[in-house]
């Protein structure tokens, strides 16, 4: 146990909705990163959020965006849902930046019928 | 452009003998890399880590080795066992602040033959 929660762990909804994935960091982390895992593609990185502040981003769509709260927690929404957007979407946290081991969170599995 | 690479998609090693996964990089910028172990359903799990200040970490059965020059590094471990068999995912960070993602490989399935 990594010590990072992401709920829920499977989510299945329709072309065009919008939804909200959670994670809660380990404790004393301040920074948290979502990560995308396609069938065709590896572990691809979103963005990433350090203290209640957006930090970098990566090859992330317009559709969707993210927060990280006063308490730490993050949630990603991913909205207007297309078939590709079927996908495991993992957090991982770290303590620092620099250098620093990334710990992941279970996932949540997102399937777009 | 796949900065991080696994060549090898799978490997099969013999319980008890030493099981070599390699990755190689091509972004000089990197200096912080991990090996993470995946198995179906679940996150990927931290391994080990190691700086580029560095040429070998070692922890238990799991040893990293990095040549710097190749842009090349290596994961042994010894003895394999079955519960080894997994998805391992070699990952690289760089040492500039807003550029601390990791960048992934395509991943290698180790499976240990018992």
């Known amino acids: 146990d990594s010590g990072v929660t992401q709920t829920p762990k499977h989510l299945i909804t329709a072309t065009g909705q919008r939804v909200t994935l959670r994670c809660s960091p380990r404790?004393?982390?301040?920074?948290v990163y979502w990560y995308q895992q396609s069938l065709d593609q590896g572990l691809q990185f979103l963005i990433q959020?350090?203290?209640?502040?957006?930090?970098a981003k990566g090859n992330i769509l317009e559709r969707f965006s993210a927060q990280q709260f006063p308490d730490l927690h993050s949630e990603l929404n991913l909205s207007s849902l297309e078939l590709g957007d079927s996908a495991l979407y993992f957090c991982?946290?770290?303590?620092?930046?620099?250098?620093?081991?990334?710990?992941f969170g279970p996932g949540t599995r997102l399937t777009v019928l | 452009d796949q900065q991080v690479k696994q060549n090898s998609p799978s490997l099969s090693v013999q319980e008890g003998r030493i099981s070599i996964l390699n990755c190689d990089y091509t972004n000089s910028m990197f200096d912080y890399f991990l090996w993470y172990k995946k198995y179906p359903a679940e996150g990927p799990t931290f391994l080990i880590s190691i700086s580029s200040i560095k040429d070998k970490n070692e922890d238990g059965r799991f040893t990293v080795f990095l040549n710097k020059s190749a842009k090349h590094l290596s994961l042994h471990i010894v003895p394999s066992q079955p519960g080894d068999s997994a998805v391992y995912f070699c990952a690289a960070s760089e040492a500039n602040f807003g550029n601390e993602k990791l960048t992934f490989g395509t991943g290698t399935r180790l499976t240990i033959i018992p």
């Open positions: 991982a946290s770290s303590v620092y930046l620099l250098g620093d081991t990334q710990y």
């Open positions: 959020y350090y203290n209640g502040e957006e930090r």
């Open positions: 404790s004393g982390d301040l920074s």
